[in-house]
């Protein structure tokens, strides 16, 4: 290999395309394509879609008091490739995943068998603060809490993929995923070609028909709405790309209202019946009536129109207790109690402090891990045992052991890293991978997801809000 | 509602797509927008060519006047002169009668209407708006008010073309235009309105020989130089002017042509679509439609050209509301009503 990726070193890291390349010829047709790359040429490609992106309005916009002000989200030209082979675990992992959530959803909310059988601790679920009592002895259609769920793995240093976390509620980002692609084929048609990488723009339309699937049975064609806060909503575009690839409307919580136990949108014809709704709206905003009596955001009398059967709502409330850190800990434990399986995609190695041997081993090894407060009890923050000091570690410990059932302690994570274009170098940046899942009767997994990549050398925190960016995510056939 | 009423409603919204009432509004006002970007670039550019020959020494005043802006405008800026009413109306972000305000509402307009329109429609008024909010004073100095204009013009017209080519032809495609040719309709009124009386000669002045480059300029700032004189070779009078801009059916910045234009529309919502809603606005259109049908120019300059005009404006109003009444403001009562239960 020579070319713009000489002297390229991953340092300690997986990499997703130089350790793939090794034994994948399609994978290692594409590191010799970008090897082959100008670094001019590829500078010039990444001016071209950060302007498109920003003209095409896939952004986020700030807004000040006379002013609205659109930002992208970084753009990296280089993909992440997974192999058919990885995405095969990946898929059946992420499934695996959202079957168990359902089930452990359905459970809470209904015998809590898995409570009584002492396998999750009572009170983490039952005190959580998202558990929505509201939701007791309630049928939702074909047992589906989590419709859309967004799976963060991270792989570790063997190329081992680990979940970092679930996502449940309203989870973000897979407009990202599509835009990217269609950026890809106008920007990088010379680095796709001849290469068969698994289409993601069919996601839509999963989604509408997952949505069509749950409401109510006895409506020949639903109407299916998607219920955004808003244009201040930093994820409004998204909302915008998602009510477009739906071929659904984008409503607001004013454009709703609820009459004779049915949800209306008010539509020029009059009040149309609405079937079907995919909120991006936290439970909080969801129906002044029920939680936030202040939200202007939500639809009075919309959670009573839903327990009745008469309107559909994704994802269902009260899922957030199930994507919490402190159940997060237990997630291998859920899926061998519901499915009788191992998990396919392993937590990262978690210690649950309320036990007697993850506590034990978190005192011994405090220096080493990093250990975080779980639910919404938190509030005495987080410990880096590396990067603290002696003293650091030695009050924490005392507030440790005063309640210990508050923390779980993690190693500290290993990112894998894909090469990146910082100037005109391609260089190792740290990855993570989002995978969508879509559930209404059965579940589906969009090929691909949303790779977000930490721009800053060494850095491991992917977030757009601290230089994080992201990368089209190709899936080989 | 019952539950068979809720049936043959549902046949219908399946055989035209539904459109939310706040998109409705939405799509009306930002062709409104678009509209007065586009008058107003064009009365700032004929405005600032006239006054630079000497021919219209009145013409920077009555742009305030045509906006009804005098107040404002003399308080923040006193004199109307070539500098400040440009400054004012094209670069000011704190007048909301500036190009720079108009495009910012038409784009959030634009915003809100993402998921109707394409991707195009609003990719060309993003990359408008974000040349525009980097103007500064200095780019809107005198020396540059025409070429500035020209790049306004052109910008809205590509809105214009970009709507034609790319818009799905059903009912917002009649709420849009219906606030277009209301603007367009609107614009024209005032054009007339101001400039006619500017530019009459006083009484004592009748049968002087006419300074016909004044009526040049307002048919050019409505764009309607070149077909008057197609139509009217052998002759110029302001009653011809007046009567062309108001009164002429092909012309399509006329008034006339506005109205007839609405009518169609309006005719598509309630006969196409099947909304009920656009009768009372049909209603009140049929009678601005007999005021320009029934008389002539000179019946209407006899009776008072001012007060008819001020009476056309009042009729657009009117109209407007009953729009708004019928498609989105009387749901906001159904709103308020229900919450009250």
């Known amino acids: 290999m020579n070319g713009l990726l000489d002297g390229y070193n991953k340092g300690a890291f997986f990499c997703e395309l130089m350790d793939c390349a090794a034994h994948d010829p399609a994978v290692a047709l594409i590191a010799e394509r970008l090897a082959a790359m100008d670094p001019a040429e590829l500078e010039r490609r990444a001016r071209i879609a950060e302007i498109e992106l920003f003209n095409q309005g896939i952004t986020f916009t700030?807004?000040?008091?006379?002013?609205?002000?659109?930002?992208?989200?970084?753009?990296?030209?280089?993909?992440?490739?997974?192999?058919?082979?990885?995405?095969?675990?990946?898929?059946?992992?992420?499934?695996?995943?959202?079957?168990?959530?359902?089930?452990?959803?359905?459970?809470?909310?209904?015998?809590?068998?898995?409570?009584?059988?002492?396998?999750?601790?009572?009170?983490?679920?039952?005190?959580?603060?998202?558990?929505?009592?509201?939701?007791?002895?309630?049928?939702?259609?074909?047992?589906?809490?989590?419709?859309?769920?967004?799976?963060?793995?991270?792989?570790?240093?063997?190329?081992?993929?680990?979940?970092?976390?679930?996502?449940?509620?309203?989870?973000?980002?897979?407009?990202?995923?599509?835009?990217?692609?269609?950026?890809?084929?106008?920007?990088?048609?010379?680095?796709?070609?001849?290469?068969?990488?698994?289409?993601?723009?069919?996601?839509?339309?999963?989604?509408?028909?997952?949505?069509?699937?749950?409401?109510?049975?006895?409506?020949?064609?639903?109407?299916?709405?998607?219920?955004?806060?808003?244009?201040?909503?930093?994820?409004?575009?998204?909302?915008?790309?998602?009510?477009?690839?739906?071929?659904?409307?984008?409503?607001?919580?004013?454009?709703?209202?609820?009459?004779?136990?049915?949800?209306?949108?008010?539509?020029?014809?009059?009040?149309?019946?609405?079937?079907?709704?995919?909120?991006?709206?936290?439970?909080?905003?969801?129906?002044?009536?029920?939680?936030?009596?202040?939200?202007?955001?939500?639809?009075?009398?919309?959670?009573?129109?839903?327990r009745r059967g008469n309107v559909a709502i994704a994802n269902a409330v009260g899922t957030g207790v199930a994507d919490d850190k402190a159940i997060y800990a237990y997630m291998p434990r859920i899926i061998r109690y519901y499915l009788s399986e191992d998990a396919i995609l392993p937590n990262v190695e978690t210690h649950i402090c309320g036990e007697p041997g993850g506590l034990a081993y978190t005192l011994a090894n405090l220096e080493k891990l990093v250990v975080k407060p779980v639910g919404e009890s938190g509030g005495y923050g987080l410990i880096i045992g590396p990067h603290a000091t002696r003293d650091e570690i030695a009050a924490f410990r005392t507030q440790l052991q005063n309640d210990p059932a508050n923390y779980i302690s993690q190693p500290m994570i290993s990112l894998s890293v894909s090469p990146t274009l910082a100037g005109h170098k391609l260089l190792p940046r740290h990855v993570d991978l989002r995978p969508f899942a879509i559930t209404g009767r059965k579940t589906w997994v969009l090929p691909g997801g949303l790779t977000r990549v930490a721009l800053r050398e060494g850095s491991l925190v992917v977030n757009s809000s601290q230089g994080g960016g992201s990368k089209d995510t190709w899936v080989l056939e | 509602m019952n539950q068979s009423q809720s049936q043959s409603q549902d046949t219908v919204f399946h055989r035209n797509p539904l459109l939310l009432s706040r998109y409705a509004e939405a799509l009306y006002w930002f062709a409104r927008y678009m509209e007065r970007i586009e008058n107003l670039a064009r009365i700032l550019d004929v405005t600032d060519t006239f006054v630079r020959h000497g021919v219209d020494q009145s013409g920077w005043r009555s742009v305030i006047q045509i906006n009804a802006d005098e107040d404002r405008f003399t308080k923040l800026y006193?004199?109307?002169?070539?500098?400040?009413?440009?400054?004012?109306?094209?670069?000011?972000?704190?007048?909301?009668?500036?190009?720079?305000?108009?495009?910012?509402?038409?784009?959030?307009?634009?915003?809100?209407?993402?998921?109707?329109?394409?991707?195009?429609?609003?990719?060309q008024i993003n990359v408008f708006y974000n040349r525009v909010r980097r103007l500064t004073e200095a780019d809107a100095a005198p020396s540059r008010v025409s070429g500035l204009c020209a790049y306004f013009k052109e910008q809205c017209q590509a809105h214009a073309g970009i709507a034609d080519g790319t818009f799905y032809r059903d009912q917002s495609w009649a709420f849009y235009c219906i606030g277009k040719y209301i603007e367009r309709g609107d614009q024209t009124s005032r054009l007339v309105d101001i400039k006619y009386h500017t530019l009459l000669p006083s009484v004592?002045?009748?049968?002087?020989?006419?300074?016909?480059?004044?009526?040049?300029?307002?048919?050019?700032?409505?764009?309607?130089?070149?077909?008057?004189?197609?139509?009217?070779?052998?002759?110029?009078?302001?009653?011809?002017?007046?009567?062309?801009?108001?009164?002429?059916?092909?012309?399509?910045?006329?008034?006339?042509?506005?109205?007839?234009?609405?009518?169609?529309?309006?005719?598509?919502?309630?006969?196409?679509?099947?909304?009920?809603?656009?009768?009372?606005?049909?209603?009140?259109?049929?009678?601005?439609?007999?005021?320009?049908?029934?008389?002539?120019?000179?019946q209407i300059l006899a009776r008072g050209l001012h007060e008819f005009l001020d009476w056309v404006q009042l009729q657009f109003i009117a109209l407007q509301d009953a729009i708004a009444a019928s498609f989105w403001r009387k749901l906001e009562t159904t709103q308020s009503q229900s919450q009250a239960q």
Request: aromatic content about 10%; overall charge negative; glycine content about 6%.
């Open chain 2, 78 to 123: 006193g004199t109307a002169n070539a500098e400040n009413v440009a400054r004012f109306y094209l670069v000011d972000r704190d007048n909301p009668t500036s190009i720079l305000s108009s495009l910012f509402a038409a784009r959030e307009n634009a915003r809100t209407l993402r998921p109707l329109i394409s991707t195009e429609m609003w990719a």
């Open chain 1, 62 to 306: 700030v807004y000040s008091d006379k002013d609205a002000i659109d930002r992208i989200l970084p753009f990296d030209l280089i993909p992440r490739v997974l192999t058919a082979r990885e995405w095969d675990v990946l898929e059946r992992g992420v499934r695996q995943r959202v079957a168990a959530l359902n089930a452990f959803i359905w459970d809470i909310y209904h015998d809590q068998k898995i409570l009584k059988d002492g396998f999750v601790p009572a009170p983490l679920v039952l005190g959580n603060a998202n558990y929505r009592p509201e939701m007791v002895g309630l049928n939702v259609p074909h047992g589906t809490y989590v419709h859309v769920c967004g799976v963060d793995i991270i792989r570790d240093e063997n190329g081992k993929f680990l979940v970092l976390e679930d996502n449940a509620r309203t989870p973000s980002g897979v407009s990202y995923v599509i835009e990217n692609r269609n950026m890809m084929r106008r920007i990088f048609p010379d680095l796709m070609d001849g290469i068969a990488v698994r289409p993601v723009g069919s996601y839509g339309m999963m989604l509408q028909a997952a949505l069509a699937e749950i409401a109510p049975a006895d409506v020949p064609d639903p109407q299916v709405v998607l219920l955004s806060p808003g244009i201040y909503n930093s994820a409004y575009f998204e909302h915008i790309f998602l009510a477009r690839e739906m071929g659904v409307p984008l409503v607001e919580g004013n454009d709703l209202v609820v009459q004779n136990d049915r949800v209306w949108m008010r539509t020029t014809a009059g009040l149309a019946p609405v079937h079907a709704i995919y909120r991006r709206l936290n439970d909080d905003f969801l129906d002044p009536d029920v939680f936030r009596p202040d939200s202007t955001l939500g639809v009075r009398g919309l959670i009573d129109v839903w």
């Open chain 2, 204 to 298: 004592d002045d009748v049968g002087s020989a006419l300074d016909v480059s004044q009526w040049h300029a307002l048919l050019r700032a409505a764009s309607g130089y070149q077909a008057y004189r197609r139509i009217n070779p052998s002759y110029m009078t302001p009653s011809s002017v007046a009567g062309f801009l108001l009164m002429n059916h092909s012309f399509p910045r006329s008034v006339t042509l506005c109205v007839r234009q609405i009518e169609y529309f309006l005719t598509q919502l309630s006969s196409g679509y099947g909304l009920r809603g656009a009768y009372a606005a049909q209603e009140r259109l049929d009678e601005l439609r007999a005021a320009l049908m029934d008389q002539t120019i000179q």
